[in-house]
Each structure stands twice: as structure tokens, then as C-alpha cells.
């Protein structure tokens, strides 16, 4: 096996990220900022490098309702035009600096309306905070494309209403919708109408599932719901056997979404707090990649895993070998299963990620 890729190098890789929730992004010190400047008196810890590992050990908790409660402190000192505008901006900034030249960033609109900002104000500040950290990464040579997904929370009941602003923004930067939140007894199918919406209006659509729960969640959202691309899908392995003698065996519902071409958006990191996966070498991604699902690599939160994509990569590097292929690879298949119009998908595979990755493998000769 050859050495494995060092953090330094893949961070110079042209990258895809299509799952990041904006409000698990967020800089620490920045959280620290904005609960001072608006009065939010509730977090654990006022030490940026404190608060930071307080975010990554609060969602280390093995469940993924225990991870999700962190989100409130992020949530709270987001409930301003300004404090989104920033978020956003900060977001961008710190996805060109990790190399990402395409990003599907998700945040659910309806949980920044405290503050008194309609649904159609927040959108549109998130939007404007992506324009600006575009504009601040070019000015430092990098570019970044950003697209947004807007995500409904699978326990509340807005998700047809979020479904139809993602439509009415679709040409202004939104390019998909999403559903997140506590998978266990809030099954996709509960939010039917909004996916049924979405699709007699053409447009995309990725839904959180196989991640606390198995099967049937997968079996829902993809045969059922009809989502484009599944946020993590890890227990698709639960339809995968070992017959003796090493032989594969996968069950129908396996092979559809492989055959099928659905894109898996997987998380290691966050995987492991979860405790949707043991740990990142016995992370179901490698039997995947090995038996060719469309499998992609994502952050999914940032500021929990206390991570970036590059040290997603890295971590697979190490635990799997991967080369330069393979991540390339990786690379390929996220962008193919963007959102973005063909063409444009096509024109940033031939135009940045091929000619970057030989430009790193022509250096490594
Ligand atoms: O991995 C995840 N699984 C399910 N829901 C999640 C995950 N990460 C974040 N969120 C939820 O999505 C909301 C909008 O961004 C977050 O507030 C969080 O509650
Ligand atoms: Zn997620």
C-alpha cells in the first residue's frame, strides 16, 4: 500500500461537498460573537477553543437525537439578517480555503424565524452571505460555487411550505430541498405531499435516511418519496451478506439503489458520533466503494465533527488507502450528483476537477 495522502495535500485537491448544514458550520469564535451581540446567554462555554470542543464532545454521544440538541446554541445566534448574512459569508470562505470548488449547503429556514424574519428574508440572507464569502474567496485567488438546499424539519409540519420556497428561489441559487432532523418515528413519508410537489415542479430533492434508522427509512424515501440522493444511507449494508467463501449477497433493495445510480452522501465523522458507524476504519463506505455505489464524502456539521472535508479524506486515506484515484473518484461522482444543470456539472468535472487532480498526480510522480 502506498503512503497515505497527508491533510496538506488534499487540501490543494479540487473538492465537492454536497451535504453541510450551514447552522453545524459555524467558526466557534464566531458563535461567541453573536451571542454576545445578541443577548443569548445559553452557551456551555465562552472560550472559542473551549466552546469548539464542547460542540465536538456534546455530539460524541453515540445518538443521534443526543447530537442533534447541540444545534440549539447554533441555531439561537442565528435569528438575524446580519448574524445569517455572516454565517453564510464565513461558510464560503472557509470551504474555498479547504479547497471545496462546488458546495450543497443545507439549513432549515423555518428555524431562523425567531428574530422576527419571514421565511423569504432569511432565504434571501443566507443567499447574499454566500454571495459575499464568494466575493472574499475570489479576492484571495480561490473560487467557489455554492448552491442551496433548503431543508424542512422531519418532526414539524412546514415541510410542503418549504418545499414550495425552495421552488420559488431555484433560479436565484437554491437547487435543492432536503428533510433532516430525528429519523426514528418520523419516517419520510410523512412529508409525502411536499415530495410529490417536488417533483410535478421538476425539481430536486435529497432526504436524510438510513442514518438512526435501517431499511425501511431507505426503502421510503427512495421508493416512496422518490428522493434523488440519500443524506448518508449508511445501513444500506444491512441489506448486504457475507456468504461463506466472501461472497456478496445483496438483497433487492441494495441493488436497486446501486444499480440505480443513488447517490449515497456519506459522513464518516458524524457517522461515528452517531453511532451509526463503529468507527471511521470500519466505516461501511470502503465495502460500498468497493462494490461501486455511487458513493460521495461530506462533513455533514463541521463544527460538531470538529472537521472539514479535507480531514474526512484524509481519514479515509489512512484507514483505506486511498490514493489519488480514488479520490478523485469520490470527487467525480459528487459532482455528477449535484443539483447543478448537466452542463454546468460537466463543464467543472472537464474544466477544474480533472485538470486539478492530474496537475496533483503529474506532482507526486
Ligand atoms: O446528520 C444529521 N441527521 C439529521 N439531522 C441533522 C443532521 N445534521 C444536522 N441535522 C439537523 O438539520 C438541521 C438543519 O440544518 C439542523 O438544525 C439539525 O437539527
Ligand atoms: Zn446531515
Redesign the pocket.
Known sequence: MSHPLTLEQIRRAPKVLLHD????GLRPATVVELAEAVGYTGLPATDPAELGAWFRDAADSGA?ER??ET?TH??AVMQTREALVRVAAECAEDLAADGVVYAEV???PE?HLEGGLNLDEVVEAVLEGFRVGRERAAEQGRSIRVGTLL?A?RHAARSREIAELAVRYRDVGVVGFDI????AGHPPTRHLDAFEYLRRENAHFTI?AG??FGLPSIWEAVQWCGADRL??GVRIVDDIEFAEGGEVRMGRLARYVRDTRVPLEM?PS?NVQ?GAAVSIAEHPIGLLRDLRFRVTVNT??RLQSGTSLSEEFAKLSSAFGYDWDDLQWFTVNAMKSSFLPFDERLALINGRIKPGFAQLKWAAR
Do not use: I, K, W
Open positions: 448544514h450551514l447552522d453545524g443521534l447530537y442533534l444545534f447554533t441555531v443545507r439549513y432549515a428555524q431543508t424539519m433532516a432532523g430525528a429519523e436524510h442514518e438512526a443524506g448518508h459522513c458524524s452517531t455533514d456539521n
